[in-house]
């Protein structure tokens, strides 16, 4: 049973920083790429930031490019999102997110709040 557990959310100051983390099990982590992605209330959800199964190659949305960082560790089969510089406009449900090819299939975490405000 796959299961992604998302930890480290919570309430924060303007240009503060959080460190997310994903906990994966139930399939090979180290065989699929890796994906965070978000909803802020009354919007839709959105992709952040990937990572490919060896954590050679990343990508991020424009909007979190130079402040957050995806990592991953397979020997912990785990997934991270640093985030840094937080801004009010940051705040949202931040979900963990794998999808496998054939035959598709998407999987995802609970989410974790995450909330910048003074």
């Known amino acids: 049973q796959v299961q992604l557990m998302e930890s480290g959310g919570g309430l924060v100051q303007p240009g503060g920083s959080l460190r997310l983390s994903c906990a994966a099990s139930?399939?090979?982590?180290?065989?699929?790429?890796m994906n965070w992605y978000r909803q802020a209330p009354g919007k839709e959800r959105e992709a952040v930031a990937s990572i490919t199964p060896a954590g050679a190659s990343t990508n991020y949305a424009d909007s979190v490019k130079g402040r957050f960082t995806i990592s991953r560790d397979n020997g912990k089969n785990t997934v991270y999102l640093q985030m840094n510089s937080l801004k009010p406009e940051d705040t949202a449900v931040y979900y963990c997110?794998?999808?496998?090819?054939?035959?598709?299939?998407?999987?995802w975490g609970q989410g974790t709040q995450v909330t910048v405000s003074s």
């Open positions: 139930g399939f090979t982590f180290n065989n699929y790429a």
């Open positions: 997110n794998t999808v496998w090819p054939l035959p598709k299939r998407t999987f």
